[in-house]
């Protein structure tokens, strides 16, 4: 879904038309709103540079006051374009999160241009859920992803709603909401 822009503002488009707009993820619209979202431009062009720039990222993010940054995303259009590629550095991802003693911390969840879940076909609708322009490592700190869900009603409808969203709106409709105007 390479949109051949800056890749930072393709990625704030689609936060905020896909993710916020169709309410994707409840939680993403107070981070925003609040100017609490990290954008790092990775300019990575191998595994181990871009595991480098994650593991940094971690120890800063970890640091840093949750008003003032609460969310990071490294967004990292050079390296792991191929969605298999970018599946298997989850679990090197992972394991910098251990390694820096940040389990149960942060965590870091996953999107790309070519996402597909387990089990199912590249063209079903609900991959789009974790579809972005550009592979991005989004880095969640725990706490506040556990104080959001319990304020969240009925957390377990959140998948519900974004399958029938989607399915409504198609792979197509995903791709035109976040073109350029």
């Not at 090197?92 to 996953?110: F, K, R, T």
């Not at 377990?156 to 399958?163: A, K, P, Q």
Request: one cysteine or more.
């Amino acid at each position: 879904m390479d949109t051949g822009e800056d890749p930072i503002t393709a990625t704030r488009r689609w936060l905020q038309r896909a993710v916020i707009g169709l309410n994707l993820c409840p939680f993403a619209k107070a981070v925003h709103v609040r100017d609490q979202v990290r954008y790092v431009l990775s300019e990575a062009t191998t595994p181990d540079a871009l595991l480098e720039e994650l593991a940094a990222e971690l120890a800063w993010l970890a640091e840093v006051d949750p008003d003032v940054v609460d969310t990071t995303l490294i967004v990292h259009p050079h390296v792991l374009g191929d969605f298999l590629d970018y599946n298997d550095f989850l679990d090197q991802a992972d394991a910098a999160v251990d390694a820096l003693g940040l389990e149960g911390e942060i965590q870091v969840a996953s999107f790309h241009p070519d996402y597909v879940f387990a089990g199912t076909y590249p063209d079903d609708a609900g991959n789009c859920t974790n579809r972005s322009p550009y592979p991005t490592l989004h880095l969640l700190r725990e706490a506040s992803v556990e104080r959001a869900v319990a304020a969240f009603p009925d957390p377990d409808v959140i998948v519900e709603r974004n399958l029938a969203t989607l399915e409504r709106l198609g792979e197509d409709g995903y791709r035109r909401l976040l073109q350029d105007d």
